[in-house]
Antibody, heavy 123, light 106 residues
Framework: EVQLVESGGGLVQPGRSLRLSCAASGFTFDDYAMHWVRQAPGKGLEWVSGISWNSGSIGYADSVKGRFTISRDNAKNSLYLQMNSLRAEDTALYYC????????????????WGQGTLVTVSS | DIQMTQSPSSLSASVGDRVTITCRASQSISSYLNWYQQKPGKAPKLLIYAASSLQSGVPSRFSGSGSGTDFTLTISSLQPEDFATYYCQQSYSTPRFGQGTRLEIK
C-alpha cells in the first residue's frame, strides 16, 4: 500500500523558515515525480511545487517562486520542501502527492495524497 | 495562467439523485482535466483523470466527460458517502484547481 507521511509543520513567525518532509513507502519512490499541494484553512487547493523522479525537472507556483525549494532524497524515499521568507498567506495544510505515472514529468495527476502537515505563519 | 471555474459552488441533492458538476477552462486544455473528491478532514482523492478515465477502485456511478474548455463530472445515483467537495484540476500546464463544488445533503 502506498503511504505518504508529511511532517515538519508548525507555528512560525513571518519571515522565518521551515522545512517540510514527506516519507514515502509502498512503491518505488525513485520512479515517480512528486508534488506539494497546499490548502489554506477553509479554502481550495493550490499546487505549490513538483519534482521529477531524478530531480532533473522542477516547477513552482508563482506565489512561492524564489522563496521555496523542493528536493528529494531517493536513497531515503523522502521529499522535502524548504520554505523561506514565510508570509501569513503561506498558512495552509501542506500535502505531499505522488504522480500517477512513472518516468513522466508533467502529467500532474496526483494520486495518492498524504494526510498533510499544517503550517501556520503568525507573529 | 489557465483559470478553472466550477459551477455551481454548492449543491444540495438527495440520495439517489443524478448530479452534474461543470468545470470550464479559460482556454483549451484538450482532455487534460482531472477530478478529485475531498471529504471533511481528509486528503483529496483522484476520481477521474484525462477527462473521462475512471481511477481504479472508484465506483462506476462516477463519470467524466468533455474536452477543450468544458467538462462535466456526473454522479449517476448519489450515495450517502458521495457528499463531499469536488475539485477539477487542469494538467495541461502549471496545475491549477477549480474553486470546488460542495455537495450537501438536501
Amino acid at each position: 500500500e502506498v503511504q505518504l507521511v508529511e511532517s515538519g509543520g508548525g507555528l512560525v513567525q513571518p519571515g522565518r523558515s521551515l522545512r517540510l518532509s514527506c516519507a514515502a513507502s509502498g512503491f518505488t519512490f525513485d520512479d515517480y515525480a512528486m508534488h506539494w499541494v497546499r490548502q489554506a484553512p477553509g479554502k481550495g487547493l493550490e499546487w505549490v511545487s513538483g519534482i521529477s523522479w531524478n530531480s532533473g525537472s522542477i516547477g513552482y507556483a508563482d506565489s512561492v517562486k524564489g522563496r521555496f525549494t523542493i528536493s528529494r532524497d531517493n536513497a531515503k524515499n523522502s521529499l522535502y520542501l524548504q520554505m523561506n521568507s514565510l508570509r501569513a498567506e503561506d498558512t495552509a495544510l501542506y500535502y505531499c502527492a505522488k504522480d500517477m505515472y512513472d518516468y513522466i514529468w508533467g502529467s500532474y495527476q496526483f494520486d495518492p495524497w498524504g494526510q498533510g502537515t499544517l503550517v501556520t505563519v503568525s507573529s | 495562467d489557465i483559470q478553472m471555474t466550477q459551477s455551481p459552488s454548492s449543491l444540495s441533492a438527495s440520495v439517489g439523485d443524478r448530479v452534474t458538476i461543470t468545470c470550464r477552462a479559460s482556454q483549451s486544455i484538450s482532455s487534460y482535466l482531472n477530478w478529485y473528491q475531498q471529504k471533511p478532514g481528509k486528503a483529496p482523492k483522484l476520481l477521474i483523470y484525462a477527462a473521462s478515465s475512471l481511477q481504479s477502485g472508484v465506483p462506476s456511478r462516477f463519470s467524466g466527460s468533455g474536452s477543450g474548455t468544458d467538462f462535466t463530472l456526473t454522479i449517476s445515483s448519489l450515495q450517502p458517502e458521495d457528499f463531499a467537495t469536488y475539485y477539477c484540476q487542469q494538467s495541461y500546464s502549471t496545475p491549477r484547481f477549480g474553486q470546488g463544488t460542495r455537495l450537501e445533503i438536501k
